[in-house]
């Protein structure tokens, strides 16, 4: 299909999101690296205090063995998106506020 996108240069258009922003300093600005204050899947945290790479280009999901073997332990999500409805949410503590992420948000339909 035909996908499109928009790119708002020194400022935002309001009419595409709801909510607030959540301001974080950069703490390595080769990477656009950043602090997280901690993630859980669920009620289960897979992470604490760490630095992420914020990276718009990727859907890649890459970490420590660990959190990330907790992290799609507690996802059963099939390759037909079944379970989706059911999966749990994930949570990201960034600049001092809970990002929540759905399923949905999370996972990847392609085909259908």
């Known amino acids: ?27 390595d600005d080769q990477w ?7 993630m859980k899947v669920g009620s ?6 760490a630095k992420a790479i914020v990276d718009s280009g990727t859907s890649c999901l890459v970490g420590p063995t660990a959190a990330v073997s ?9 390759s037909d998106c079944s379970g989706i409805n059911t999966a749990p949410n994930i949570t990201v503590s960034i600049g001092g506020s809970d990002l929540v992420f759905s399923a949905a948000d999370y996972t990847l339909k392609i085909g259908g």
């Open 32 to 38: 656009y690296v950043i602090g997280i204050g901690g």
């Open 70 to 78: 907790q992290i799609t332990s507690q996802i059963n999500i099939g």
């Open 1 to 27: 299909g035909n996908k499109q996108g928009q790119l708002t240069l020194g400022g935002v258009d309001t009419g595409l999101y709801k909510g607030s922003f959540t301001y974080t300093p950069i703490v």
């Open 44 to 49: 289960t945290s897979v992470s604490s205090a």
